[in-house]
């Protein structure tokens, strides 16, 4: 059975950092590239970078410079470090294979950026 379970979301002023946490279960891992995903108040959900098999990344402009995506092969996790955070990227954070899969979607972790 497949399962994703986020963690490392929370409060951040603007300018702070976090780091998400997927971890993944089941035998999906080393099969398909992995994602991180947002859905922000109101809005549809969006990717917001991805990562290979092999390692190469990409990252939706609005993000590009401050957050990056890695992943470890061995410990099956996916993460995604955030810098200099804006109100913006407020949204609740989702991994899923690239591209998603209905049945993989967690609970994911709420991000909160405000002063």
């Known amino acids: 059975q497949v399962q994703l379970v986020e963690s490392g979301g929370g409060l951040v002023q603007p300018g702070g950092s976090l780091r998400l946490s997927c971890a993944v279960s089941?035998?999906?891992?080393?099969?398909?590239?992995m994602g991180w995903y947002r859905q922000a108040p109101g809005k549809q959900r969006e990717l917001v970078a991805f990562?290979?098999?092999?390692?190469?990344?990409d990252y939706v402009d609005s993000v590009k410079g401050r957050f990056t995506i890695s992943r470890d092969n061995v410990k099956n996790m996916v993460y995604l470090q955030m810098n200099s955070l804006k109100p913006e990227d407020t949204a609740v954070y989702y991994c899923?294979?690239?591209?998603?899969?209905?049945?993989?979607w967690g609970q994911g972790t709420q991000v909160t950026v405000s002063s």
């Open positions: 089941g035998s999906i891992f080393s099969l398909y590239p």
């Open positions: 990562i290979r098999n092999g390692g190469s990344t």
């Open positions: 899923n294979v690239w591209p998603s899969r209905n049945n993989y």
